[in-house]
Structures are given as C-alpha cells and as structure tokens.
C-alpha cells in the first residue's frame, strides 16, 4: 500500500511508516525473547537429559544392592532357622531346671545366659579366676553347675579353662 504510492496524506504516510517501524523493533524484540527462550530449553533439556540418566544409574545401583539385601538376607534366616533347628537338638537333652536357670539367665543378660571358662577367665564379663576359685571348680564333678561370681552366668568348662 505504501510503496504502491496510495497514501496520499504524508501525516499518515508517517504515521504508517513510524508503526511499521515500531512493529519491526518489537518483532525484533520478540524473536529475541524467542532465542533466550530456546537456549534455555535446551540447556534444560541438556541438563533434564543428564539428571534422566543420573536416576537411571542410581536405580540400576539401587536395583543391584536390593538384590544382595535379599540374597543376604535370606542367606541369613537359612544360618538362623538352622541354628535354632541346632540349638533345639542340642538344648533338649537339658535337664528341664538348668534350661530354665539358662533361660532366665539370658533374658537378665542381654542374649548371654553362659559363658566359656578358657585361660581362667569367664567368657561373659572378662573376669580372671584366681588359683584357688580355680581349684574349687575343679574339685567339683564335671554335671555340677558352675556359675561366675561377678556376672552370675553359667560358666562352661572347656579344654581350655586352666583347670
């Protein structure tokens, strides 16, 4: 319309001319909001890209340590359900009273109702045995029940006690 010559008022022809102007800074304006706005998705996606593979790393890893969790784990209750299976053989050829002593003795220490005499010393609280402690457990027969004087455990004479 412009440069077909049909404006024939110069104040509008300005006008007209001045809006044109105008119109081609803000086009100029936009396509750079437009710029900045592409450079910023694409560094998010760059960095949406990394962190995408990041989580797919942490997972594999998170995948592979459940996976020896449970292999473990299960390796675990298999040695506990056949320790139990063991201490079961084992325990019921107690007299009935020592199992209950042994009992009570373990719920008051904390999971350890008997402790080993090896090199004169009580396995539970560390205690040395002096000689003549020694000589007293000794002399007595081998079924009777020797108990620490310090920790009140039942102690177990083995190869080993220094006796």
Known sequence: MIDAGQVKDPKALQRM??????LRRRISDLEDVELEVMERLEDTQVSLDRHVAELGD???ERSTVQAAYEKTAADLQAQLAALQDERRTTASGMPEDLMALYEKLRA???GVG???LRRRECGGCRLTLN???LGIIAKLPSDEVVRCEECNRILVRTGESGL
């Open 58 to 60: 942490v997972e594999s």
């Open 114 to 116: 008997a402790a080993a």
């Open 131 to 133: 000689a003549s402690d």
């Open 17 to 22: 001319l001045g809006e044109l102007e105008s």
């Open 108 to 110: 008051q220490k904390g």
